[in-house]
């Protein structure tokens, strides 16, 4: 009877290993990417952070904040005080630092990644520079996809890249969705500390850098440096 239970309590052990396994192998989700031959050979995500078609709008973040939530505004914002001149972290200008504080990081951090945190290592947020080089090498044209207004990336090689115009969050709202599409890059306007430089777009205006406060909540389209295994 003993070397029966033993072989039961085997079996179990075993079977709850595979399954352990299983579920760590079916949460690990792969996404796709279009190259746009970029001189820098950045590839670009197919799809912004909480969407599953291009043309969906996903999920919004605070920028350096890794989920959504209810509220965007000061009070709710991880990196600050409570009000836009006090941060507490990403600040190169005492002016906007709680009590002065400044630490000089510009770019966001792994851990303070939409990106990385919700799809992993392989992907991240783009920085500034990387939207210029987007929008320097290739055709840009407003149009719709699906029914949804946005602004299409055509590159030479004949890929091309669609962000939705899925407008931001502020307070309890979402402004402009289907008018404009603002897209959080991961690099700190360091003139001013409290703002993250962004990328936006309208039918009107064709291509926008500048800066939106931290605090906003914006998508995000994730990028990768190479090919995934």
Known sequence: MK?????IAAIMLMTAVVFAARCKN???????????DLPSGTLWATCNVGADVPEGYGDYFAWGETQPKETYNWSTYQYCMGNSTTM???????SYGYNGFTDDLTTLLPEDDAS????GTDWRMPTNEEFQELYNNTTVTWTQRNGVNGRLFTANNGNSL??????????????????FGDYWSSSLRTDRSNW?????SSSVVGRRMGGNGRSDGLPVRPVCSSRQN
């Open 88 to 94: 507490t972290k990403y600040c190169s200008n005492s």
């Open 162 to 179: 669609f962000l939705p115009a899925a407008g931001h969050r502020g307070g309890s709202s979402l402004y402009g969705a289907g008018s």
């Open 26 to 36: 079916a949460s690990k989700v792969d996404h796709s990417f279009v190259d746009l």
């Open 116 to 119: 990385t945190a919700n799809w």
């Open 196 to 200: 993250a430089w962004c990328y936006g």
């Open 3 to 7: 070397k029966v239970m033993k072989a």
